[in-house]
């Protein structure tokens, strides 16, 4: 099985790669991300019935986070890889990481600016976005959503309002 976007992904960026049986619907899941983050999605799906319904509605609302499903292991790794490819271009590195993972789409948030300062945009992460899922309700992930906006939980809000075109738009298929 060939896997050289995941694998120069991996590379690339030192994040974890977890697989699991899924608890409903069967088959397997893969997400690959920060350690932190990959701990929390596991730790949701695996959870009560409101966690994992939550941890589910995040993940099938949002195409773009490195997560895919697949009947078996094997098949969740090469969806996985085949959506890295989509998302990502891969260029040797000289630096100790073998490879660069450079974006081929834009998912930045605004800075906060003080009055007559311009804002100014950054790059948003994919444990940033995992990070601001984390609230008290049960409803985490509703909760979270319906509290997200350019100052608060701004990493989510990126996601959130991401124009999936061109290339993308097959992603929400």
């Not at 966690?51 to 609302?61: P, S, V, Y």
């Not at 660069?100 to 948003?124: C, H, M, N, S, T």
């Not at 909760?143 to 992603?171: M, Q, T, V, W």
Request: aromatic share 12%; with cysteine.
């Amino acid at each position: 099985m060939e896997l050289d976007a995941l694998n120069k992904y991996l590379e690339a960026t030192q994040d974890h790669l977890g697989v699991e049986d899924q608890r409903y619907g069967g088959g397997f899941r893969a997400i690959v991300a920060h350690r932190s983050a990959t701990d929390f999605l596991f730790d949701m799906l695996e959870g009560d019935d409101f966690q994992a319904t939550e941890a589910m509605a995040f993940l099938g609302d949002s195409p773009l986070f490195p997560s895919a499903t697949g009947k078996t292991p094997q098949e969740a790794l090469q969806n996985l890889n085949a959506k890295l490819e989509l998302l990502h271009t891969f260029e040797p590195s000289t630096s100790v990481k073998k490879w660069k993972a450079i974006r081929r789409f834009e998912l930045k948030a605004q800075y906060d600016a003080d009055p007559g300062e311009e804002r100014d945009w950054y790059d948003v992460s994919w444990v940033d976005i995992v990070h601001d899922l984390k609230s008290s309700s049960l409803y985490y992930y509703e909760d979270s959503k319906a509290g997200c906006s350019d100052c608060e939980k701004r990493d989510l809000h990126a996601l959130i309002n991401f124009k999936y075109e061109g290339p993308f738009a097959g992603l929400l298929s």
